[in-house]
């Protein structure tokens, strides 16, 4: 169960048999899974921050916001951030632009020209992620032809990248030799930036667009030496 | 005790009463947390009924091969019903909430409302909420979440489940706050 999963049901994005699945899942399990409240007011705080996609936020405010105990409960989140995160009274482009050509010309021409070579930087270079669609894989004991269990992701993702946290099967103390290859549908192996990593976890993430359709794999080694291999399987929605 | 709570608790477990009120307890939690999932208002109501349902039915001699499956079945259906449940006290408190959106200083407004639970929390919880929705993004918020959780030395998922819990607590405070203003 990953938190796009839950996402994807509470928008009412699965299927009707996709979504009584879910439900038999959670139900299955001794406890109504809190991992559900945690997503969902991720989902609320996402909604709050503007970070949907203009897909989702319609989604959101049509087919999440449809009860009151539902909206009671945004209103409250909003309430909350209010006092966590206040937001700072910003003024206009129009009223900093004004303000700033009153000012005397010299150091303006100078900050002008920095301004101007920061957006030419900013441009031109590669932009990281910052949106992250998160699952976390555990490591395998079966291959990839054996049909191995695997976490499912669906495509597309809302946000630019999806972020794999891998479990390590135990704690390690030294993980500055771990290495993580990845390998597509297509068989293609290509070498993955680990973008964190800990004595429990190695966190890795994968461009939205490099995802299609199918099964993958990914190998973690610790000096060359492979240390066992994570499935997880990328499906279109059905819309 | 009534008759279809009854014949639930013996369906739930014929020789063993105890046990039999813990798997109805379990049941009742479960249902709750579908219930809230679905966004029902009263939640303990839509579940009292769900199970009030499942033990007349039973008492009927309806087969019930997967008790779990049974109550879900029976709860997906109080749903479709668009039961009672989104009741009055709900569509008060979001009166109450939408109506105080708009208000100025001097009222009395949800966001005082809020603070007035925020402060009332332990101050290591506040720090924690703080701590935990510092307004990062994407990469950076993950990774500061993770740093909190190594300082504070628990899971990741236990972190997000205690601030899960924290904020729920805030959302019913909130809502028997407001209620003193209805």
Request: with cysteine; aromatic share 8%; glycine share 4%.
């Amino acid at each position: 169960m990953t938190d796009e999963r839950i996402t994807a049901y509470l928008l009412e994005e699965l299927t009707e048999q996709e979504s009584e699945q879910f439900e038999e899942q959670c139900f299955a399990q001794d406890e109504w899974p809190e991992q559900l409240d945690a997503a969902e007011q991720e989902l609320i705080d996402a909604y709050l921050r503007n970070e949907l996609t203009s897909d989702r936020k319609r989604r959101f405010q049509e087919r999440y916001l449809t009860t009151d105990a539902r909206k009671a409960r945004v209103l409250a989140a909003e309430s909350l951030q209010e006092i966590l995160c206040p937001v700072k009274p910003r003024s206009t482009w129009s009223e900093w632009l004004k303000a700033f050509f009153q000012r005397p010309l010299v150091p303006q021409t100078a900050i002008a020209a920095l301004v101007l070579v920061t957006v030419v930087i900013v441009i031109l270079a590669p932009r990281s992620p910052r949106t992250f669609t998160q699952i976390e894989l555990a490591m395998s004991s079966s291959d990839r032809a054996s049909g191995a269990q695997s976490e499912k992701v669906s495509l597309p993702l809302s946000t630019e990248a999806l972020e794999i946290h891998l479990k390590l099967p135990e704690p390690s103390a030294d993980t500055s030799g771990y290495t993580v290859q990845w390998e597509d549908i297509n068989g293609q192996v290509r070498e993955l930036q680990i973008v964190s990593k800990d004595s429990q976890s190695v966190v890795v993430s994968i461009p939205a667009n490099q995802l299609t359709p199918g099964k993958y794999l990914l190998r973690l080694s610790n000096n060359n030496d492979v240390i066992g291999n994570y499935y997880f399987r990328a499906e279109a929605l059905n819309r | 005790m009534n008759q279809h709570f009854s014949s639930l608790l013996t369906f739930l477990c014929a020789d063993d009463a105890d046990e039999a009120g813990r798997r109805y307890l379990r049941l009742h939690q479960k249902l709750e947390g579908y219930f809230r999932t679905r966004g029902v208002a009263d939640t303990s109501a839509a579940a009292d009924e769900t199970l009030d349902r499942a033990g007349r039915r039973i008492a009927e001699g309806s087969e019930v091969p997967n008790v779990d499956n049974f109550c879900l079945g029976i709860a997906r259906f109080i749903i479709k019903e668009g039961w009672r449940f989104n009741t009055r006290e709900s569509t008060a408190f979001l009166q109450f909430l939408e109506q105080h959106e708009q208000s100025t200083a001097e009222q009395i407004d949800r966001f005082s409302l809020m603070k007035t639970c925020f402060e009332e929390l332990p101050q290591y919880d506040r720090t924690l909420l703080n701590s935990y929705c510092v307004a990062l993004r994407g990469q950076a918020r993950a990774k500061h979440r993770r740093e909190l959780a190594e300082e504070l030395g628990v899971t990741v998922s236990a972190l997000r489940i205690r601030v899960t819990r924290l904020r729920q607590g805030l959302e019913v405070c909130l809502k028997k706050l407001s209620r003193n203003h209805w």
